[in-house]
């Protein structure tokens, strides 16, 4: 298991944004967290990302590079820490410096990610060097290596989400977490950023928050459906596609086509297109 929670909770004063979430990723899985407007999915990153301290519960890590039966108590570690432990993230709202070029974007984030030490300032050049590779083949492989001169905030917004993905990338992370990579992007650019998600996924385990139903049933191999902050289904993207709770509370006639012998969903519910529900979960967009 590469991560484990258990009776995960995170109370804000009267509301629990996040309540008793016992939840395990297997290395190399591809598992999606979905669920309304306010169902505790940022908060449940916040926490295994160290930006939160979870009320209760706790959190194990065991990254494949700490060899068998390594696995770390994360519960209480900063975001340095989480980082370092190799849980990487990339953020709902672009996190990017837009006035550095795209390669210092990454550059300064694989030299992050080696440690306090690689900012010594008599770092040796041979390390500079590793940087500028990385962050090199970094930039090949999220489409962007003709982009590597360009100022960050003239790229267009799906740019900006690959760029994202490709910082949160540098380092090697054994998990990468990904808060709603496609919000904001076009849906010519949508195409780009599945595809950038699906080749990562070939090689990290990945975690997805994400509106866009259509595409998590398509690129997960696992969805756990997040509703006031409680876990109310988590299996197969065909399974949670057709459980009860979860046509109630989320999906509103998604994928029940075949069965209610077709057509859109009705006004209010989710969209095909995974459009987001202002009224489900009670939280602003
Ligand atoms: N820092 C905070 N202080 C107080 N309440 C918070 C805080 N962060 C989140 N909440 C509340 O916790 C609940 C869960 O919010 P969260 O942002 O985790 O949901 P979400 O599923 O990510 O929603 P969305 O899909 O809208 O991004 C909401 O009721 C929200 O208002």
């Known amino acids: 298991m590469l991560l484990e929670t258990e009776g995960l909770t995170k109370r804000f004063g ?9 939840f395990a990723l297997e290395a190399g899985e591809l598992c999606s967290i979905i669920g309304p407007n306010g169902a505790g999915k940022t908060t449940f990153f916040n926490l295994l990302t160290g930006v939160l301290e979870p009320s209760e519960g706790s959190i194990r890590f065991a990254p494949s590079s700490g060899g068998a039966g390594s696995a770390v108590d994360i519960t209480a570690a900063s975001p340095n820490e989480t980082a370092l432990a190799g849980i990487h993230r990339s953020y709902q709202i672009t996190n990017l410096f837009p006035t550095l070029s795209v390669l210092e974007n990454v550059r ?34 999220i489409g962007l290596a003709d982009e590597a001169e360009t100022v960050t905030e003239n790229l267009s917004h799906g740019e900006k989400r690959s760029l994202e993905i490709g910082v949160a ?13 496609t919000a904001g992007v076009s849906s010519e650019g949508v195409d780009e950023v599945v595809a950038l998600i699906e080749d990562v996924a070939a090689d990290h385990s990945v975690m997805l928050i994400e509106h866009n139903v259509e595409m998590v049933m398509d690129v997960s191999d696992r969805i756990a459906v997040l509703h006031r902050g409680e876990v109310i289904a988590d299996g197969p993207p065909e399974d949670v596609r057709g459980d009860e709770a979860v046509q109630e509370a989320y999906l509103g006639g998604y994928g029940r086509e075949e069965s209610a012998g077709g057509g859109e969903p009705s006004d209010g519910e989710a969209a095909a297109d995974g459009g987001r529900r202002a009224s489900a979960g009670g939280g602003p967009p």
């Open 14 to 22: 009267g509301i629990t944004a996040v309540d008793g979430v016992d």
């Open 108 to 141: 300064v984030a694989a030299q992050a990610s080696r440690g306090s030490d690689s900012w010594k300032l008599w770092r040796n050049v041979a390390d500079f060097e590793d940087h500028y590779a990385e962050a090199t083949a970094i930039l090949e492989r």
């Open 169 to 181: 990338l540098a380092g090697d992370p054994d998990l990468l977490l990904l808060d709603e990579p």
